[in-house]
């Protein structure tokens, strides 16, 4: 008993805003924590299930949703250190868990106690007299019970847990074999003669990350941090350092050994197959979309489809444009997947007069930061101060504390925007608590990661704006988790269905681009001078070249991820490479394009089951933020009041209170339209008309 005593992670959280004792915790705690939590909430469904009463909202549905809080908080800070600060020590350990947590689960989603009682109410829930939240709480827990397998026969319960405790392990190992091709991989650049092309902010950026990996002063590297790896692919002269960086970046996952994630991606094929069959779906895809906004594979496909039609002649025309600006340099040939980005570049400063080295010193990562906030107050009237006294998981994360609109404390940000080895690849936006009323939690704790190359001792990160797009993307997830004003934890911040969840992040993107916004916020690092019109001018008129590249790519990728998931062939594809090809064929993918996810190393897909058959999710919700954007443009301020109002009680603060057809009809009056994201992608002249 006096080890669980000393568990840091099992007494009471003393920090501000009840965060974890970062720096008392260890690798060794987290077994035991779990253990004893696991416990917690199977106990807590027992009393659930074994209450004489006859089953009520409150005594069942609303009790399920309390369960499992020192569970909850434990695996989130769990979650949020092996994804962002990772050791060996927690990777064992994190693989030691995977299946004992998901077997927890199955048990919880699978009680046949609490369960039979849902199931008793959800079959008469219109006759309960509900409050709307009460019964889409009832609806959707009802909902993630039979997904979950609580409607199988009894002797097939055990052998579908089994199938997702394996599934846990697989994804698990999936994603650090990726993480272990990232951080093994460095491209040492030695002198000027491989540094040529380059301009100062991307040298900067290589010199920082060689002192991070202890490489001697003076010494570059390009690391496979998107951050990185993506200028080098545009400013390289270097044309063979530059096909052998892509090809690095490309052949993550599959370099054969031990991280090689081919027979784990297959396996999982393979369970997520006979998980779909036994809730008697044909295909996994048919399974994983049918709780969604979509429905269907057919209506997603039909989107794709439409779009993809519409984004291959854009595509073709910019490679034509390349080929142009290839001969004015006296290069033949086609341009490989390693030139693409190379002469894009040549294209768009010759037509837009864009150097990206004259762009970047005007986006500083504290100057976009500052601007992202001030976007928030403006439109939700809410401010964020920085709370440097609070310690968080590592010292490059900044803490913030937000307030409302009446000045009133309301949540805890925690800002972690550095690339490093020990963190994963990519942007996203987790937690350490949701707001929940049920739950008697208040004030929400948010975590937005990026993976920006840090600035060299003494000067700025400086952004571009791709980078600074997805800083003020993933805050608008931030803000989605922050604003969340819900009674249950289940519908709280950002757990919707995942074709409504990109929304709010997408939409937050708009404000970066408006020129009120970059005058006030885009300052030259070292004079303190405003961009100018002229340049932002020019930034708005090149920001449709290469939507065909873009586009292309992501629609490759979403279209590669529906159809591998709607095999009806138990065994999956033989080979998965040589299945990537074929649908690459099929679909007439240009080579030099290629998907912006390759299978073996498409974590979106195989690290874990959200985006699975649903990588699609952002061109859905693509649909939404262009249209629901256009709300503001309609009423002829980016920050009209009203219109920014009913964004925040519909959208942002809604949760998963309300299904998301009907919170878009609240806000937008109607159901989205397709035209406004055919308009902004520069794609609307494309084929059949956009509406």
Avoid at 560 to 573: N, Q, R, S, Y
């Amino acid at each position: 008993m006096s080890a669980l005593i000393a568990n840091p992670l099992l007494t009471p959280w003393t920090a501000p805003f009840g965060l974890p004792p970062f720096d008392a915790v260890e690798a060794a705690h987290f077994v035991p924590a779990f253990e004893v939590a696991m416990a917690e909430q199977l106990q807590e469904l027992s009393v659930i299930a074994s209450n004489a009463e006859a089953p009520t909202f409150d005594n069942t549905v609303a009790a399920l949703d309390r369960s499992g809080q020192r569970l909850y908080r434990i695996e989130a800070l769990f979650g949020n250190l092996t994804a962002s600060a990772t050791s060996a020590a927690l990777q064992a350990v994190q693989r030691e868990l995977a299946a004992p947590m998901a077997a927890h689960e199955s048990a919880v989603r699978m009680h046949p106690g609490v369960f039979a009682k849902l199931d008793e109410l959800h079959a008469r829930r219109d006759a309960l007299g509900l409050l709307p939240e009460q019964q889409r709480l009832l609806e959707r827990l009802h909902t993630d019970a039979v997904r979950a397998g609580a409607r199988l026969a009894a002797d097939q319960q055990p052998v579908y847990a089994q199938w997702m405790q394996e599934l846990a392990q697989l994804q698990t190992r999936f994603a650090q074999n990726v993480l272990a091709d990232e951080s093994a991989y460095q491209l040492v650049l030695h002198d000027e003669s491989e540094l040529v092309g380059l301009p100062d902010f991307l040298r900067a950026a290589a010199r920082q990350a060689a002192a991070e990996r202890g490489l001697e002063d003076g010494a570059h590297v390009i690391t496979l941090s998107r951050s990185l790896i993506e200028p080098f692919l545009t400013f390289s002269d270097r044309r063979d350092l530059r096909q052998q960086a892509w090809t690095a970046w490309s052949l993550r996952g599959e370099m054969g050994g031990e991280t090689d994630n081919r027979d784990v991606a297959r396996r999982i094929l393979q369970l997520r197959h006979l998980q779909a069959k036994a809730h008697g779906f044909a295909s996994y895809a048919d399974y994983a979309v049918s709780d969604s906004m979509a429905g269907t594979p057919a209506a997603v496909s039909k989107l794709l489809t439409e779009v993809w039609t519409r984004a291959l002649p854009a595509a073709e025309r910019e490679r034509q444009a390349l080929i142009a600006m290839m001969r004015t340099h006296g290069v033949d040939g086609e341009p490989e997947a390693w030139d693409w980005r190379y002469w894009s570049e040549k294209v768009r400063a010759a037509r837009y007069d864009i150097d990206e080295a004259e762009v970047k010193p005007y986006f500083s990562l504290d100057r976009m930061v500052d601007a992202m906030f001030d976007c928030a107050h403006r439109l939700f009237g809410v401010r964020f101060e920085p709370r440097p006294e609070i310690a968080a998981y590592h010292a490059d994360v900044q803490v913030y504390e937000m307030f409302n609109a009446e000045g009133v404390s309301a949540g805890l940000f925690l800002h972690d925007n550095y690339a490093r080895q020990t963190k994963r690849s990519g942007a996203w936006m987790s937690d350490f608590t949701y707001q929940s009323r049920n739950r008697g939690v208040l004030k929400p704790v948010i975590v937005n990661n990026n993976n920006f190359a840090k600035g060299a001792p003494g000067e700025p990160t400086l952004l571009s704006f791709d980078d600074a797009r997805t800083l003020f993307h993933e805050f608008g997830h931030g803000l989605h988790g922050l604003l969340s004003n819900v009674t249950y934890h289940r519908l709280s911040g950002t757990q919707v269905l995942r074709d409504f969840v990109e929304l709010p992040s997408q939409l937050y993107e708009h404000w970066l681009s408006q020129p009120e916004v970059l005058s006030k916020h885009a300052r030259h690092w070292k004079t303190n001078e405003p961009i100018p019109a002229s340049l932002v001018a020019r930034l708005q008129a090149a920001d449709k070249w290469g939507q065909g590249y873009d586009t292309v790519s992501y629609c490759g990728s979403a279209l590669v991820d529906l159809e591998i998931h709607a095999l009806t062939d138990p065994e999956g594809p033989a080979d998965l490479t040589a299945f990537e090809a074929a649908a690459l064929a099929r679909l007439g993918m240009p080579a030099a394009v290629g998907m912006r996810h390759r299978l073996p190393h498409f974590q979106h897909l195989f690290a874990g089951p959200s985006y699975a058959s649903g990588y699609y999710v952002y061109l859905w919700a693509a649909v939404l933020d262009a249209d629901a954007f256009n709300a503001f443009v309609e009423a002829g301020n980016p920050f009209d009041a009203q219109v920014a109002q009913r964004l925040l009680r519909h959208i942002y603060a809604a949760g998963d209170s309300v299904a998301p057809q009907d919170a878009y009809t609240s806000f937008r009056g109607r159901l989205p339209k397709l035209g406004p994201l055919l308009a902004k992608r520069g794609l609307a002249e494309e084929g059949l008309p956009a509406e």
